[in-house]
């Protein structure tokens, strides 16, 4: 089972700045497909951003568009989370997941089933990001 480690929360303040890194035990099959997701007390688990590390391709929510940027450093080993602009509604614990599911037909979109927790079965134990007003 892969192993995943996250660092880098803390406090800012609205409009700050907060890089979170992902390291992860080995690049395998299952880490074909990465993803940051967050949970405030009280709410679900959503989904941020996802990567597939073999292409670079990557998906965003809504509500981090323009603001956070997933990247990956297969040399380090290592997932990445660029948050930007922070607002207090992104305070949350933030972690990172990987080993998707196949999904049992092909979709159009792979939007919605990348950022969905349900899809993951390996976690790291997550990061808190705390921003202030």
């Known amino acids: 089972q892969v192993l995943l480690v996250e660092s880098g929360g803390g406090s800012v303040q609205a409009g700050g700045s907060l890089s979170l890194s992902c390291s992860v035990s080995a690049w395998t099959i299952a880490t074909a497909c990465m993803a940051w997701f967050r949970q405030a007390p009280g709410k679900e688990r959503e989904g941020v951003a996802a990567i597939y590390t073999d292409r670079g391709t990557t998906y965003y929510a809504d509500s981090v568009k323009g603001r956070f940027t997933i990247s990956q450093d297969n040399a380090k080993k290592t997932l990445y989370l660029q948050m930007d602009s922070l607002k207090p509604e992104d305070s949350a614990m933030y972690y990172c997941?990987?080993?998707?599911?196949?999904?049992?037909?092909?979709?159009?979109?792979?939007?919605?089933?990348?950022?969905?927790?349900?899809?993951?079965?390996?976690w790291g134990q997550g990061t808190q990001v705390t921003v202030s007003s």
């Open positions: 997941a990987t080993d998707l599911t196949l999904s049992p037909r092909p979709l159009p979109d792979y939007s919605n089933y990348v950022l969905a927790a349900g899809n993951y079965r390996s």
